[in-house]
Nanobody
């Protein structure tokens, strides 16, 4: 499946942004989907994931502030980010992991398809 992210940009701390990920080439009904991020000098980390049943999981650092969702046609993935903090600044990637009902994973090597990344910058 091919993935293309959009919606990143710059925002002040406390603000909100929504990232979108358009999927093509296959139905994401068969995939667990996730958002990952990588800040300069740091390893890529999982932020939020949603499996084919709609079960969601979040990293502790974003729990209660970020919401992952997928649309009813299941060709789009979203990440609503509220109350953004300076430490949320990173390149954000959409990722897909083939498998119906698989458990949610924050391990990047479990995901076989990746988008190109979209920069999110939070300033004070």
């Amino acid at each position: 499946v091919q993935l293309v992210e959009s919606g990143g940009g710059s925002v002040q701390a406390g603000g909100s942004l929504m990232l979108s990920c358009a999927a093509s080439g296959d139905s994401i009904n068969r995939y667990s989907m996730g958002w990952f991020r990588q800040a300069p000098g740091k390893q890529r980390e999982g932020v939020a994931v949603i499996n084919s049943y709609g079960t969601t999981s979040y990293a502790d650092s974003v729990e209660g502030r970020f919401t992952i969702s997928r649309d009813s046609a299941k060709t789009q993935l979203y990440l609503q980010m509220n109350d953004l903090k300076l430490e949320d600044t990173a390149m954000y990637y959409c990722a897909a992991r083939c498998g119906v009902g698989v458990w949610n994973s924050f391990v990047s090597s479990d995901y076989g398809d990746w988008g190109q990344g979209n920069q999110v910058t939070v300033s004070s």
